[in-house]
Structures are given as structure tokens and as C-alpha cells.
């Protein structure tokens, strides 16, 4: 029986490699963990910059909650079953007028993670994602095709890694995904997905679990930790670490620090350059 997708829902994620919108709570919600997050911000600002845009979750309450929120589970959870692991957090945060933006590619591609259909992706709106703010767009049913050839482009005002990207996407094809505040979108890691400049006057605040996965999942290119999100891990492939309990304890954040360290090594494994992101 399952927690929150519907029948329907669950096969449009599994052809199109991506569902959007879910809807995990209501606005008021959003906004509350909204006003929560930007208070974190404005207090430890060096915390959520460059690199440290990744896995805030492991120190900041906030974050955890979302990471470890049931209905986001509920709805992982009918796509992955009872036993779930968290592999990262990214806070995709664009400003207004930001020229930031987000080539097509493929998440698994430098994720080192297999195998990848093991795994899904949420990406939860924090504020307004729309064709103005710089929603996702996605490549339906590009997953299916296996992964693609990428060139790593790192252009500057490119918000992946390498700038990786994907040149010949059938982009008439592409479906928009725009979500209100407390919507999310849920992608396969082999899903072809790119998002424009933010062209509007609110921040476009996005908080993606990259990824979430099945205990049958390893890691390839290098060292991987995880959170135990429900059920159990018999497995244990992967490094166990725990939760936060308050924000920003000293222990928490020098696991956080060697967490992205070694994430660092693993996505840019074998590149020519490296940013500080
Ligand atoms: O935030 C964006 O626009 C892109 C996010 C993304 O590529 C992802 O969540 O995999």
C-alpha cells in the first residue's frame, strides 16, 4: 500500500524519470522553514557559501528536518521501499537577477553511485520556482537511454560542479516544473534536467536530498556517508554517521567539513580543474 503516491504518479516517475509537483506541506509550512533557513544564513553566512552549500543538513536543524521529513519519505518511500539512506543535501539557491544557471545533465554521472536506479532525487521549493525564477526543466524519459557524454564546460556563471553539460537535448520536448512553495519534484539520477537564470525579484530557494537510496547502492569513485532515513541498512556499503542535534556544534561541523572533502573528491574525479564548490 503506498504512503503518498498514487498508482498514476508512480508510473509518470518511472516513464518520464522525474514527478512534479508533490505536494509535502502547505505554504505556511515552506515559509516557516524559509524564515528558519535564512535566520541560519544570516547567522553563520560562511556556512551556506561555495562549498558549504553542500550538506548544511548535517549541521543545521533545520536542514535535518527537511532531509528527515515523512512525507517526503512517504513519497520516497513508494518509489524505494521501507529502507532509505541520505547520501547528500545541495541548497540550490538562485538571487533575483543571479546570472546563475544550470546546464542539462545527468546527476549519476559523477556521482559514483551504483547502482543509480537505486537512488532518487527530491528537490523541495523553499520559495516561487518558476519559468521567471529559474525552475527545473526535464528531458522526459531520457533516463532510459543510459548515460550521455558530458563536457565539462566550467563556465563561470554555470552553478554545477565542472559546468558539465550535455549539448544535444531535444529541447522542444523538455516540460517545465514549476512549484509553489512546499512542492517538490522528484528526479531519477539518469534524468537529462537544466534550470535558467533567476529573472525575478524574490530569491528562488531550492533544497535538493542528492540523493536518497537503497542500502544496495555503493560508491564507486571514492568514500560516501550516510544517514539511516527509515528501516534498516544490512548492508552498511556505505559510512554511517548520525544527526544533528543542535545547529552548528563544533563536532558536527568538522564532520560536515570532511564529509564535502572527500564528496569533493568524488565528483571531480579525473577532472582537469576543480572549483570551490
Ligand atoms: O536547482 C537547480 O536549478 C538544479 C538542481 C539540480 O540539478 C538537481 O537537483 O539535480
Given at each position: 500500500?503506498?504512503?503518498?503516491?498514487?498508482?498514476?504518479?508512480?508510473?509518470?516517475?518511472?516513464?518520464?524519470?522525474?514527478?512534479?509537483?508533490?505536494?509535502?506541506?502547505?505554504?505556511?509550512?515552506?515559509?516557516?522553514?524559509?524564515?528558519?533557513?535564512?535566520?541560519?544564513?544570516?547567522?553563520?553566512?560562511?556556512?551556506?557559501?561555495?562549498a558549504?552549500?553542500?550538506?548544511?543538513?548535517?549541521?543545521?536543524?533545520?536542514?535535518?528536518?527537511?532531509?528527515?521529513?515523512?512525507?517526503?519519505?512517504?513519497?520516497?518511500?513508494?518509489?524505494?521501499?521501507?529502507?532509505?539512506?541520505?547520501?547528500?543535501?545541495?541548497?540550490?539557491?538562485?538571487?533575483?537577477?543571479?546570472?546563475?544557471?544550470?546546464?542539462?545533465?545527468?546527476?549519476a554521472?559523477?556521482?559514483?553511485?551504483?547502482?543509480?536506479?537505486?537512488?532518487?532525487?527530491?528537490?523541495?521549493?523553499?520559495?516561487?520556482?518558476?519559468?521567471?525564477?529559474?525552475?527545473?526543466?526535464?528531458?522526459?524519459?531520457?533516463?532510459?537511454?543510459?548515460?550521455?557524454?558530458?563536457?565539462?564546460t566550467?563556465?563561470?556563471?554555470?552553478?554545477?560542479?565542472?559546468?558539465?553539460?550535455?549539448?544535444?537535448?531535444?529541447?522542444?520536448?523538455?516540460?517545465?516544473?514549476?512549484?509553489?512553495?512546499?512542492?517538490?519534484?522528484?528526479?531519477?539520477?539518469?534524468?537529462?534536467?537544466?534550470?535558467?537564470?533567476?529573472?525575478?525579484?524574490?530569491?528562488?530557494?531550492?533544497?535538493?536530498?542528492?540523493?536518497?537510496?537503497?542500502?544496495?547502492?555503493?560508491?564507486?569513485?571514492?568514500?560516501?556517508?550516510?544517514?539511516?532515513?527509515?528501516?534498516?541498512?544490512?548492508?552498511?556499503?556505505?559510512?554511517?554517521?548520525?544527526?544533528?542535534?543542535?545547529?552548528?556544534?563544533?563536532?558536527?561541523?568538522?564532520?560536515?567539513?570532511?564529509?564535502?572533502?572527500?564528496?569533493?573528491?568524488v565528483?571531480y574525479?579525473?577532472?582537469?580543474?576543480?572549483?570551490?564548490?
Amino acid at each position: 500500500m503506498p504512503k503518498l503516491l498514487s498508482a498514476v504518479q508512480m508510473d509518470a516517475y518511472h516513464r518520464d524519470g522525474f514527478l512534479s509537483p508533490v505536494t509535502v506541506m502547505t505554504e505556511a509550512e515552506a515559509a516557516d522553514y524559509r524564515a528558519r533557513l535564512e535566520a541560519a544564513e544570516a547567522a553563520w553566512p560562511e556556512a551556506m557559501q561555495g562549498a558549504n552549500r553542500n550538506n548544511a543538513h548535517l549541521n543545521l536543524r533545520v536542514l535535518d528536518e527537511l532531509t528527515h521529513h515523512p512525507k517526503i519519505l512517504d513519497a520516497v518511500e513508494d518509489l524505494l521501499g521501507p529502507d532509505l539512506l541520505v547520501c547528500g543535501t545541495v541548497l540550490f539557491i538562485k538571487e533575483p537577477g543571479d546570472p546563475g544557471f544550470v546546464s542539462w545533465h545527468q546527476d549519476a554521472k559523477y556521482m559514483g553511485l551504483d547502482p543509480y536506479t537505486d537512488a532518487t532525487t527530491i528537490w523541495l521549493a523553499l520559495s516561487p520556482a518558476t519559468l521567471e525564477s529559474g525552475c527545473m526543466r526535464m528531458s522526459p524519459g531520457s533516463h532510459g537511454a543510459g548515460m550521455r557524454d558530458h563536457d565539462d564546460t566550467y563556465q563561470e556563471t554555470n552553478i554545477l560542479t565542472r559546468g558539465q553539460s550535455v549539448h544535444d537535448v531535444d529541447e522542444a520536448a523538455a516540460v517545465d516544473t514549476p512549484l509553489r512553495p512546499g512542492q517538490m519534484s522528484i528526479h531519477n539520477l539518469a534524468v537529462l534536467h537544466a534550470s535558467s537564470p533567476n529573472r525575478s525579484s524574490d530569491r528562488r530557494i531550492g533544497f535538493a536530498v542528492q540523493s536518497y537510496l537503497k542500502p544496495t547502492v555503493r560508491q564507486t569513485r571514492g568514500e560516501t556517508f550516510v544517514q539511516l532515513a527509515r528501516g534498516t541498512d544490512p548492508n552498511r556499503y556505505l559510512h554511517h554517521i548520525g544527526r544533528p542535534r543542535t545547529d552548528m556544534a563544533p563536532e558536527d561541523v568538522a564532520m560536515r567539513e570532511k564529509v564535502n572533502d572527500l564528496w569533493s573528491d568524488v565528483l571531480y574525479h579525473g577532472a582537469d580543474k576543480r572549483r570551490d564548490f
